[in-house]
């Protein structure tokens, strides 16, 4: 998949191409959105995409927005994100995505005209056609839909809600969003997140430097870089975890390969894992400030993971996060969650 940034192919008002000549981009089916999850409804919009690209032979393409919108109006409220922009980029390129545009949302680009961005789409995108959820609205305060699309001579196909499947009540069937996935999520609820995701809910990163709080209380964990304002589940975990390399693909057995001290840790629940406990949140029994943290600790392990990029997979919700009284009891509460999340582990067939 390629992935293009705006700035690469036009200038936006006040801004300058990063280079001197503009990329040419090849005709190409477009469909547009955050596209954050990459859930079933969005795979659904993608299929429609690759099926039209294929009949007409062009380049199937999405366009997405970094930041995305609510994330520029409001960080401070916005809704938790499910995938960063390097793990939407993994996903879009497994579902048959070609042609990746990552549009910087900014004053400038909200700014644009309907008619300035359809102008956009059809003379420097290449775009030949469209699909589109049937509320999509764009331009400056949201004046253009898919009909004034339509008028300006763009093929414009639009994708009905994609809802849930319920064969003994169809009346009882919701829609398929985000923000379902996240309320999923942040229940604890991974089972049925996971049925709206169409896959296991995970986070990719890489591992980066703490404060080395777990090392004094003798559960070392792995820090791993959220990419994001904050995370869409939050507590106390069971996880597998693999090992990446540069282009994303997993390393055979790339975690114990590491090992030090003869510590080889616990075997995940997928070829080439190591079984963890993870702790996401913003650890209010750590006087350390408020940001949010992924950190994992491998029981039975002990290797250096720093630089390396992990693919943590959700397996199983504990509890929510819990304040402490003290080092000591957060060491007691701790050894508990480890020992608890190991029972479990023993209980799952390999």
Excluded at 86 to 99: H, I, M, R, S
Aim: charged content about 20%.
């Amino acid at each position: 998949m390629n992935t293009y940034f705006l700035e690469q192919l036009i200038a936006l008002p006040s801004k300058a191409p990063t280079d001197t000549s503009l990329i040419e981009l090849a005709p190409c089916v477009l469909t547009i959105g955050n596209f954050d999850g990459v859930h079933l409804g969005h795979q659904a919009m993608l299929a429609q995409v690759r099926t039209l690209a294929d009949e007409q032979k062009l380049s199937a393409a999405v366009m997405i927005f970094e930041p995305q919108p609510r994330e520029f109006f409001a960080p401070a409220t916005a809704p938790a994100r499910l995938t960063n922009l390097a793990e939407k980029q993994a996903l879009l390129a497994e579902y048959g995505v070609e042609t990746l545009i990552v549009a910087g949302f900014d004053t400038d680009f909200r700014s644009l005209s309907a008619q300035a961005f359809a102008d956009l789409l059809a003379l420097r995108l290449n775009v030949q056609a469209l699909v589109l959820g049937d509320d999509f609205r764009f331009g400056h305060d949201r004046t253009g839909d898919s009909q004034f699309l339509r008028n300006y001579g763009l093929h414009v196909t639009n994708l009905h809600t994609v809802t849930d499947d319920n064969p003994v009540n169809k009346d009882t069937a919701e829609r398929i969003s985000s923000t379902r996935v996240r309320d999923l999520l942040l229940a604890g609820d991974i089972s049925a997140a996971n049925q709206l995701l169409g896959r296991d809910y995970a986070i990719t990163g890489l591992v980066i430097g703490g404060d080395k709080i777990g090392r004094t209380l003798d559960f070392p964990t792995a820090n791993i870089d959220l990419a994001r304002l904050k995370p869409a589940l939050h507590g106390i975990f069971a996880v597998d975890v693999v090992s990446l390399d540069k282009y994303g693909q997993i390393i055979p057995n790339g975690l114990t390969t590491l090992v030090e001290k003869g510590q080889t840790g616990v075997a995940g629940l997928r070829s080439h894992s190591l079984f963890g406990t993870a702790s996401v949140g913003i650890r209010p029994s750590v006087d350390k400030g408020h940001d949010w943290r992924l950190e994992v600790h491998f029981p039975q392990f002990h290797a250096d993971l720093y630089e390396q990029t992990l693919h943590v997979r959700f397996l199983h919700f504990l509890h929510g996060e819990r304040h402490y009284d003290g080092l000591e009891a957060l060491k007691s509460g701790i050894n508990n969650d480890v020992t608890d999340l190991l029972e479990w582990r023993a209980q799952q067939p390999d």
